[in-house]
Structure formats: structure tokens, C-alpha cells
């Protein structure tokens, strides 16, 4: 089996758009990075297809044009970042080899970065554009919830930081990942720790439910 064969047959896109840093709902629905993506808009599974600009493919498709590489190369570095065994065309009859460990490119890290800071900015800016709208007061003299609070002071700042992540030149975009790193960690720490804390709540509330069927 040549490495395209078993690249296809061992790992989904979604596998390899995950392992790129790529962030998948539990719909499959992702944003897209092929272009000016603001809400998830395409769907990984075994191939993609993307419902805004159309692009579709399978995981080598999706590898080479994420990463600017041609299709053997995608191929070679599925294989070598999920340990996949293939057929060298050049040593029939031999035992299936694993390929030689390859160097990310400083490019290719910078993207990966630029990708992972733009994920983690846009979730927390639609998390507070949730919290807006629920947590507004309702009555003129009501207390400002917390929440929406971090809202008003934290929206037009972030709307900048991504549209420079969007549109600007290199050297601003290298700039905001060096700045705002520890920033960026902070939040999806925050985040991670907000839905693990979703989550057990609305665990504890399905046990409350079948403890008490009459609620």
C-alpha cells in the first residue's frame, strides 16, 4: 500500500485538521481557513466541504492546501505526524516503512500560530457576544451583570485584534502573536476551564432530573 492509500484509509480530516490546530464542534462544523471565515462554515469528516467557498476534498486535499505543499508532501507529513506505515514503491517485497521525521518549517509554524491565535480570539469574542445579549440588564436601574461588563470593555478590542490577524501585513500580524501569546493562552485556559464548568452542571442537573422525575 503506497502512502497515499494508507495516508486515505487511517486518518479522517478531521483527525488531521485537529491535530493542525484547527478547532472541530461536536457537529463537525469548523471555520473554515481558506477564507475570511467568521463562523464555522465547513465540515470535516472523512473529506470536507466547505458551504461558503466551496472547497472540498479529502485529507491529503486538505493537508496540502492548508500547510501550501503539493499532494505527495501532504501525504509524507500525514504520515509521519500520525505514525502511519506505508509501501515504498522503490522496495517491493520489503516490510512497510514509517517515514523519516520531518522539521516544521518556520513558516509553517508562524501559520499554525497565526491560525491558533485568530481560533482562540474568535471564540471568546463570540462568547461575549453570547453574554451580551443574556446578561443585559433588563430594567434601568438593575445591576450590571459581571459578564456583561467584560462584554462592553472587551469587544471593539478584539474585533481589532482579529481584523489585524485578517488583514494586516506580516509584520503587525507577527507582532500581535509575539504581544498578546500569553493573553491568547490565559483565555483558552479560561475558556477550556468555563465549559468543563458547563458541562458538569449539566451533568448534575440530568441526575437531578432522574432523581426527581416530578421537577
Same mark, same amino acid.
Given at each position: 500500500?503506497?502512502?497515499?492509500?494508507?495516508?486515505?484509509?487511517?486518518?479522517?480530516?478531521?483527525?488531521?485538521?485537529? @491535530?493542525?490546530?484547527?478547532?472541530?464542534?461536536?457537529?463537525?462544523?469548523?471555520?473554515?481557513?481558506?477564507?475570511?471565515?467568521?463562523?464555522?462554515?465547513?465540515?470535516?469528516? $472523512?473529506?470536507?466541504?466547505?458551504?461558503?467557498?466551496?472547497?472540498?476534498?479529502?485529507?491529503?486535499?486538505?493537508?496540502? $492546501?492548508?500547510?501550501?505543499?503539493?499532494?505527495?508532501?501532504?501525504?509524507?507529513?500525514?504520515?509521519?505526524?500520525?505514525?502511519?506505515?506505508?509501501?515504498?514503491?522503490?522496495?517491493?517485497?520489503?516490510?512497510?516503512?514509517?517515514? @523519516?521525521?520531518?522539521?516544521?518549517?518556520?513558516?509553517?509554524?508562524?501559520?499554525?500560530?497565526? $491560525?491558533?491565535?485568530?481560533?482562540?480570539?474568535?471564540?471568546?469574542?463570540?462568547?461575549?457576544?453570547?453574554?451580551?445579549?443574556?446578561?443585559?440588564?433588563?430594567?434601568?436601574?438593575?445591576?450590571?451583570?459581571?459578564?456583561?461588563?467584560?462584554?462592553?470593555?472587551?469587544?471593539?478590542?478584539?474585533?481589532?485584534?482579529?481584523?489585524?490577524?485578517?488583514?494586516?501585513?506580516?509584520?503587525?500580524?507577527?507582532?500581535?502573536?509575539?504581544?498578546?501569546?500569553?493573553?491568547?493562552?490565559?483565555?483558552? @485556559?479560561?475558556?477550556?476551564?468555563?465549559?468543563?464548568?458547563?458541562?458538569?452542571?449539566?451533568?448534575?442537573?440530568?441526575?437531578?432530573? @432522574?432523581?426527581?422525575?416530578?421537577?
Amino acid at each position: 500500500m503506497n502512502v497515499f492509500e494508507a495516508v486515505k484509509q487511517s486518518v479522517t480530516t478531521r483527525q488531521a485538521a485537529e @491535530r493542525y490546530g484547527i478547532k472541530v464542534n461536536r457537529n463537525g462544523m469548523c471555520v473554515c481557513p481558506f477564507h475570511n471565515d467568521k463562523n464555522p462554515s465547513m465540515k470535516v469528516d $472523512r473529506r470536507f466541504y466547505c458551504f461558503g467557498c466551496g472547497a472540498t476534498g479529502d485529507v491529503i486535499d486538505f493537508v496540502s $492546501r492548508l500547510h501550501g505543499i503539493g499532494s505527495k508532501e501532504a501525504a509524507l507529513m500525514l504520515a509521519q505526524d500520525f505514525s502511519i506505515p506505508y509501501e515504498d514503491g522503490r522496495s517491493a517485497g520489503k516490510q512497510p516503512i514509517r517515514p @523519516r521525521l520531518r522539521r516544521e518549517t518556520e513558516e509553517q509554524k508562524f501559520k499554525r500560530m497565526e $491560525r491558533h491565535c485568530f481560533r482562540v480570539l474568535s471564540d471568546y469574542y463570540h462568547l461575549l457576544r453570547r453574554w451580551k445579549e443574556e446578561y443585559a440588564p433588563r430594567q434601568p436601574d438593575e445591576a450590571w451583570n459581571p459578564r456583561f461588563t467584560e462584554a462592553l470593555q472587551n469587544m471593539s478590542r478584539l474585533e481589532y485584534l482579529m481584523d489585524v490577524l485578517l488583514s494586516g501585513d506580516i509584520q503587525e500580524r507577527a507582532a500581535l502573536i509575539t504581544g498578546h501569546g500569553k493573553e491568547v493562552r490565559n483565555l483558552e @485556559r479560561r475558556m477550556a476551564e468555563l465549559t468543563a464548568g458547563n458541562a458538569a452542571g449539566s451533568k448534575e442537573h440530568g441526575r437531578n432530573r @432522574r432523581a426527581d422525575p416530578e421537577r
